[in-house]
């Protein structure tokens, strides 16, 4: 599964916030999950509590609980402006290209239309892939 | 927080050297020396790897004849297929050679995930084939990656010289370090430029003529291989700079 | 809220035809076809503008041999200095050749603001030189000049069919109007070229072999209008998309 | 003075805001200036009256008066994500230069480096170029 390399980068990015914040336990880490890239909440904690184990800084983390939440993605067409749900337009992509997607996020300029304008260039307004959004913790 | 840019380095720390090929305009053979460099450290079992960071345009599975559009397989990230002993990763295999027009800020964020994803392990050498022109993609390599090293592609064409030397003074600028010029597409000489070079400090690798039958070896590894380009390209790598 | 877009149309309206010179590719003719256009237009004395919209290498000037860089007259905004003959709008009246590294957001906002304060006034033609790719120039020019016009540039080389294909592919999405192609640097024949082409519904307007001494004439006036390049592309000028 | 293709196209926005929101009239425009451009405010504001002038739709400006604002351009280098001012940075321009930057605000990044790393590549994070902030009037 390749989502273990984003729960890697997440934990990494948290480890670096907590040594800036001298941190000595970090308790919770809040993760958004943009709708975009298709990531299972389920699956991306798994990821995370996998790549946990094989941290070498296991101290840092020995408690900490994980927020995951999903973010609708929004869509804008740079061509004539109008918006609309990521959700709405997957159900016209075939299995391959929301797979695409959900490797690189950007691909969904190659399988996504406006549904108003057919252009292919829209903008990816909120809910495009992984955010670490806060880590809580104690120093 | 975007958290891929903290792992970049990581992912690439079993990399010895990385290796971008830039220069200014379109056409002048970026492609061609990546992908016959990358051919050539693998002939020698080099490890080595190939970026195909031109999203527009990809070309190099075109170069290497890899017409086969899967998944890279998955494990703790992506690893990238084998094609003629190269560690190959393209766009191509996401987009299946369908139309990616992507803004600046879509080809950064592009380029931030294959880097964070992208689980290239030990390599002696990853080439970097970059898009013409100093725009996002070119930005980001030297944002991104600190210790990328240049090889500039330029052709004699008074067309292309001043935009090679903006490109050369501006990895100048911020203290890039520039391997040295591969010349390609010589016809009449290349003394204009290869004026400019020596102004601008930059050591010629290589000098390779415009071959009429080149165009005849594209997609074939086995013609490509015996190309007079081929030959220049496996005399630079025993060049100083690679010798390193 | 960005003023400047509401006026662009109004500054274009004196303008009968805008055609913008695409294509896959760099360095596949583009800044050759639409200089050497806007020369054979002068040369029948239409009135004809020339606008390089290759930021990152611009190269119409060199075509042109302009060499003076003086910033364009204000009045009311900025009159485009006469060249040749030809209205011509470059960035290089203001980078002054340095390297000028922009960011996709940062082209958009250039364009943008050249557009805004441009007052082409009477125009036959607009000629636009692309940059290379369907990056942010031709998305902008897309979206902000809905009447552009596109002539694609090609040339027969494998590594260029898939990319050209593609941007045919995505103009085609939106339903914008294709004129036709150049093919163009032709060696031993377009066959393949010309049969993608054919399946895209695409005419081509013009053949123009690969030429030894062309780039003896990039800068010389006089020896360019007398390339069988200008030759093909004055032919070009009485087929039908013209006569519209 | 390029100024007065900008000052007309402040009006023609205004023009059609107002015309969207139904005003009969528009008594104020609020105009942000991004100190990047180096626009004169007092000669923006002769570039807006002389180019009211000339508008046909007289009436719907006829008692219009300009708020204008110089915004100072705040610059981020996106290599090592060192911010400066313009303000500071502009006295290693000369002349030439400054005109250019005042003509297409973009080519700062031909004549500016990050004080910091010498990097070309830098946001203007504010304080770009001309703004229609706000129009207000009565309907
Ligand atoms: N030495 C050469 N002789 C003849 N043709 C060449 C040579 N080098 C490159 N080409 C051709 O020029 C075109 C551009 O080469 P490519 O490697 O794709 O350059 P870039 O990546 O800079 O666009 C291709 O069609 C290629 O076949
Ligand atoms: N028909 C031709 N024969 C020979 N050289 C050509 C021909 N067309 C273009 N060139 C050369 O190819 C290079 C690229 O041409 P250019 O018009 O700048 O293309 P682009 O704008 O697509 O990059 C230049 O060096 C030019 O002199
Ligand atoms: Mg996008
Ligand atoms: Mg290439
Ligand atoms: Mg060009
Ligand atoms: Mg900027
Ligand atoms: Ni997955
Ligand atoms: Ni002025
Ligand atoms: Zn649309
Ligand atoms: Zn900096």
Chains 1, 4 share one sequence.
């Not at chain 1, 336990?25 to 958004?32: M, R, S, Y």
């Not at chain 2, 958290?3 to 990385?18: A, N």
């Not at chain 2, 002939?43 to 190099?60: I, M, Q, R, T, Y």
Request: hydrophobic fraction near 40%; charge should be negative; glycine fraction near 6%.
């Amino acid at each position: 599964m390749h989502e273990w390399a984003l729960a890697d980068a997440v934990l990494k990015s948290s480890q670096k916030v907590a040594e800036k914040e001298n941190l000595i336990e970090v308790t919770d880490i809040f993760i958004k999950i943009g709708e975009l890239q298709s990531i299972n909440k389920e699956i991306f904690r798994k990821a995370l509590e996998a790549t946990l184990e094989q941290q070498s800084d296991t101290q840092l983390f020995k408690n900490v609980s994980f927020s995951l939440e999903i973010v609708k993605a929004e869509l804008k067409c740079n061509d004539c402006g109008h918006k609309w749900l990521f959700d709405e337009a997957k159900k016209d992509l075939d299995d391959t290209e929301t797979e695409s997607i959900h490797f690189i996020p950007e691909t969904a300029h190659t399988f996504l239309r406006c549904p108003k304008c057919n252009s292919q260039d829209f903008e990816v307004v909120i809910g495009r892939g992984i955010w670490l959004e806060a880590i809580e913790g104690e120093n | 927080m975007d958290p891929r840019k903290d792992v970049i380095e990581e992912r690439l720390q079993g990399i010895k050297r990385i290796i971008a090929i830039t220069g200014g305009k379109g056409g002048i053979g970026k492609t061609s020396i990546a992908t016959l460099l990358a051919l050539k450290f693998a002939e020698k079992h080099k490890k080595v790897g190939l970026f195909d960071l031109d999203f527009s345009g990809p070309s190099a599975h075109i170069l290497l004849n890899k017409k086969k559009f899967d998944f890279p397989e998955e494990e703790n990230g992506i690893i990238p297929p084998t094609v003629h002993g190269i560690k190959f990763m393209t766009i191509v295999d996401y987009t299946k050679e369908n139309p990616s027009p992507m803004r600046g800020i879509d080809v950064t964020n592009a380029i931030l995930e294959i880097l964070a994803i992208t689980r290239w392990d030990k390599l002696d050498y990853l080439i970097i084939d970059m898009p013409p022109g100093i725009s996002d993609p070119a930005l980001d390599i030297m944002k991104m990656i600190k210790r990328a090293e240049f090889i500039i592609a330029a052709t004699p064409s008074k067309i292309s010289i001043p935009e090679v030397a903006n490109t050369i003074k501006f990895l100048q600028n911020t203290k890039k370090s520039i391997m040295g010029s591969v010349i390609n597409m010589i016809f009449k000489g290349s003394a204009q430029l290869e004026e400019k070079l020596e102004e601008l400090d930059v050591d010629v690798l290589a000098k390779i003529d415009f071959d009429e039958d080149y165009e005849d070896a594209v997609g074939n590894i086995a013609k490509l291989r015996q190309t007079a380009f081929a030959q220049k390209i496996e005399e630079m790598t025993k060049e100083l700079p690679f010798r390193k």
